[in-house]
């Protein structure tokens, strides 16, 4: 299956690439059927793209590539809701804020979006945890 997007062109992607976010995300509560696809020439970002709405595509990015010691607890019901049944069947990624200075791009370590990757189905969490900040740096200077 092909698609057109503003800023990625046409892709292409299988039906069982496709996410369902039953809930819809924060700001996109109508969008439910996302892909998620590489950046081309970056090594640590993605897009998680709607295929319902060609201009809406987050840049995404694994929260353990940001900060080492990421973790918290899913809440029961939301291990219910998308089926988990091991730790491996979850995919963890976080938005990402764009900027033209790279000092400035952050990420939402507050609001991860838990995937299923077996089922294919997704959700984003507000954590609790006031250590992870809605601006996290990704790229801080070495001390």
């Not at 809440?75 to 998308?82: R, Y």
């Not at 804020?97 to 939402?108: A, H, P, Q």
């Not at 969490?125 to 200077?141: S, V």
Request: charge should be negative.
């Amino acid at each position: 299956m092909k698609f057109s997007t503003k800023h990625h062109g046409i892709l292409e992607y299988k039906e069982e690439d496709v996410v369902l976010f039953p809930k819809g995300l924060p700001g996109f509560s109508d969008l439910k059927k996302f892909i998620i696809f590489p950046v081309e020439g970056e090594r640590i970002f993605n897009i998680l793209h709607s295929i319902e709405e060609e201009d809406i595509g987050l840049a995404v990015v694994s929260p353990f590539n940001v900060c080492k010691d990421y973790e918290f607890q899913l809440p029961e019901e939301m291990i219910k809701n998308l089926k988990v049944n091991s730790p491996e069947d979850i995919l963890v990624i976080t938005t990402v804020t764009i900027n033209s200075d790279y000092k400035m791009i952050t990420t939402n370590l507050r609001a991860p979006i838990i995937i299923n990757i077996k089922e294919k189905i997704g959700e984003q969490i507000i954590l609790e945890n006031d250590e992870y900040k809605i601006k996290h740096p990704i790229f801080q200077e070495e001390k």
